[in-house]
């Protein structure tokens, strides 16, 4: 792991509960984090507006990749050991199996904590970590100090 990060503790969940009541996005994801054998956990919270195919009753694929997206930039933040700001600089998002209209469950790799990059992979399932829905492999650009 990187010198830049840290691991997750009850500060990291205190700033992803913070960014969830500054985010419009985040609470309508209805987005919440956990900490599981040491990593964060991420959650999406199953609503009927995530439902992009009414009739097989399947999640949106714009939903579960700002899932992915919205992870891996809380991953980089939330778990700083310095302020830090970040943009996307690019996402790409491998669906591998139909996702149910239930909860849905993220982790993030950092594969590389840069001066200026960070490279993520974020996974998302709904039935076992081994089964994956998607994949998303993540780039951030990143800023000291806060804003």
Sequence with gaps: MSEMLKDPDEGSLADIAAYRERSAMARWL???ATIEDSRLLYRLGFAERHVGNPVIRAL?????????ETAGTLEVVTRRTKPLRVRTISVHVNYLRGARDQDMLARVQV???GRRIAFLEATGWQTTEEEPVARAAIALRVFEGEG
């Design 30 to 32: 209805d987005l919440s």
């Design 60 to 68: 949106h694929g714009g939903v579960i990749s700002t899932l992915l």
């Design 111 to 113: 594969a590389r904590m």
